[in-house]
């Protein structure tokens, strides 16, 4: 007898726990298999018509492309999309009461001198144009040799851009690199420029205004004559700085924490996700900020978002949120519901439909307070949903350029990136945590027949308070995978 998983009382199908063979039973009614269906794939549990939604979630995951029977497969060969393109969306009305209460718990943050918070201490090296990134490596190397045990340590990151570029590619990668110089994860910042690129280093200062000069140095290596000696005195300067600031006990609230998930598998969407939605619940009542991009990922989830926008202005931005990145699909002749990835359907996500419910869990309940173009920083507390694609690398850097100090990083498949910002990544089943321990931080995969998923919740908000304390480090950091990637949709020169 396999174990299945009905997720809402209304669905059609179930998810097997393990491999299934046919002729075999589940523990619902009397339904036996009709194929073999391998682990994390659907079961229809009803007789479901040629044309007829299937439900999961208690929502249309698609329609049949044929009559389907008790115990049958459900995939790819007989599942297909049933979403349309640009689309019509009504408002229900302003939401009365945003639910929110003080509380007593802390972490132990760096308070900025412009009075933002970050939880690590560390020196970032930003370079505005992408010839010089093994320039601003070496300096990272040199300016590690530098550091007191008050500093976490001199990090770059690694870009293609900031020359050669026109219009709103070069704006997007200005915006990100600004949003990284203005991070308070940040103590000190070394901005190094060529001299001759289009993001010039004069009209990069003007975006970051007002510059506080003890936390931003700035250099352009055409103007000296040895830059790495020139760039370790600065750094220096920056360590001294840097070594004044001391972690103390900062209120829950003013934490900020991106919503991530990649290599997504048919148990996203029953473990990993909605521990992070609960976890979203629980920080914006607290008066804290929740982040969610990968908007391609709500496309046929989105109307659970809309509908717990805080007024009208945010629906409608969070409308023209879809549409204008359905438009960007469009654009270049592209399917706009080419989705899921292979990966995504082996593990047992037919469509995008399904892919999307699974996807927007990870925002739990919390109301839709804010909706930002990408590059955009988050001021609102509560869900901000922010222009972005769900690439991994793109979706991470997107979230820590809007102010996330951690990123929560859900995956069934795993992966071992990181951002610039702790990573953390929380596995969607057990096999793929006792299997890649060096990449995962956390295995939400516990919650499977779990008789107290009370206490993995608070397992995992206690080990998000420690990564923002600075008692845990993500497995990205301990790896030194860190990287950035600037969403390109223009002409190179």
């Not at 990083?409 to 057990?430: C, E």
Request: hydrophobic fraction near 35%.
């Amino acid at each position: 007898m396999h174990k299945v998983i009905k997720i809402n009382h209304d669905d059609d199908v179930a998810v097997l726990l393990e491999d299934g063979k046919a002729g075999e039973g589940i523990n619902i009614g009397e339904i036996k298999l009709v194929n073999d269906i391998p682990k994390g794939h659907k079961v229809a549990i009803k007789n479901i018509k040629k044309g007829q939604d299937i439900l999961k979630y208690g929502y249309s995951i698609g329609k049949a492309k044929e009559d389907i029977k008790v115990g049958d497969w459900v995939h790819s060969h007989n599942l297909g999309t049933g979403l349309g393109e640009i689309l019509e969306y009504n408002f229900k009305g302003d939401i009365k009461e945003v639910h929110k209460e003080k509380s007593d718990l802390t972490f132990k943050g760096y308070v900025r001198d412009n009075g933002e918070v970050g939880i690590r201490n560390e020196i970032w090296i930003i370079n505005t144009v992408g010839c010089i990134n093994k320039t601003c490596a070496i300096l990272a190397r040199e300016g590690n040799k530098l550091i007191n045990d008050k500093v976490d340590g001199v990090y770059h990151f690694e870009h293609p851009f900031g020359c050669s570029q026109l219009g709103s590619d070069l704006e997007n990668t200005r915006k990100i690199l600004a949003d990284m110089v203005n991070h308070p994860n940040a103590a000190g910042v070394l901005v190094v420029s060529l001299g001759c690129e289009n993001n010039t280093l004069e009209s990069f200062k003007e975006i970051l205004e007002p510059i506080n000069h003890d936390r931003i140095k700035f250099l352009r290596v055409q103007d000296v004559e040895d830059e790495v000696e020139e760039g370790k005195k600065l750094i220096g300067e920056l360590v001294e700085y840097a070594s004044k600031f001391e972690r103390e006990d900062v209120n829950i609230s003013k934490l900020k924490i991106g919503l991530k998930c990649g290599g997504s598998d048919a148990f996203s969407g029953v473990t990993a996700n909605p521990l992070l939605g609960r976890i979203s619940n629980t920080l914006t009542t607290l008066g804290g900020t929740a982040i969610q991009t990968e908007v391609p990922e709500m496309f046929g989830a989105e109307t659970i978002l809309f509908d717990r926008a805080i007024n009208k202005d945010i629906f409608d931005k969070s409308v023209d949120l879809i549409n204008n990145f359905k438009e960007y699909f469009m654009r270049y002749n592209q399917v706009i519901y080419e989705n899921p990835s292979p990966g995504n359907k082996k593990g047992g996500i037919t469509t995008l439909e399904e892919k999307s419910l699974g996807c927007v869990q990870k925002s739990g309940k919390a109301v839709v307070t804010d909706v930002l173009e990408y590059g955009d920083r988050a001021t609102k507390t509560g869900l901000n949903l922010i222009s972005g694609p769900g690439n991994d690398q793109c979706a991470v850097t997107v979230l820590a350029a809007a102010g996330a100090h951690i990123v929560l990083f859900t995956t069934g498949r795993g992966t071992p990136f990181g951002g610039n910002v702790p990573t953390l990544k929380i596995s969607t089943n057990t096999d793929l945590y006792n299997r890649k321990k060096n990449w995962i931080d956390f295995n939400a995969g516990e919650l499977i027949g779990s008789s107290n998923p009370e206490k993995i919740d608070e397992e995992f908000l206690d080990l998000i308070i420690k990564t923002a304390s600075g008692e845990y480090k993500a497995k990205n950091e301990v790896n030194d995978y860190r990287e950035i990637s600037i969403l390109k949709d223009g002409v190179t020169l």
